[in-house]
């Protein structure tokens, strides 16, 4: 036994019904035949889509952590350089005092 919406007052109904119990139309199989029926499938889940901002806050998140860790190499990276040529210069000066 299938359910349909009646054509008149759009509440469900048998399909082995011969007139709208509720507003009394005639339901010819004709009217029957043109009404998609509805099917119900149990036992599967489905997802919604994914919202594009859920993907996209945690990969830019990502690369923003990678630039920050990046930039705190290269400019330990530099202040290492600079000391080393600032330590270089002081022996210089110190050789050439001798």
Do not use: W, Y
Not at 36 to 41: G, H
Not at 58 to 77: E, K
């Amino acid at each position: 036994m299938a359910l349909f919406n009646c054509t008149e007052c759009n509440r469900e109904i048998s399909d082995q019904a011969k007139s709208c119990p509720h507003c009394g139309v005639s339901i010819s199989m004709s009217n029957v035949s043109n009404i998609p029926q509805q099917v119900e499938i149990t036992g599967l889940k489905f997802s919604r889509p994914r919202n594009l901002k859920v993907i996209l806050i945690p990969i830019i998140g990502i690369f923003l952590l990678a630039a920050i860790v990046f930039s705190i190499f290269v400019i330990r990276d530099n202040i290492e350089k600079n000391r080393l040529k600032l330590h270089l210069k002081k022996q210089e000066i110190c050789i050439f005092r001798i």
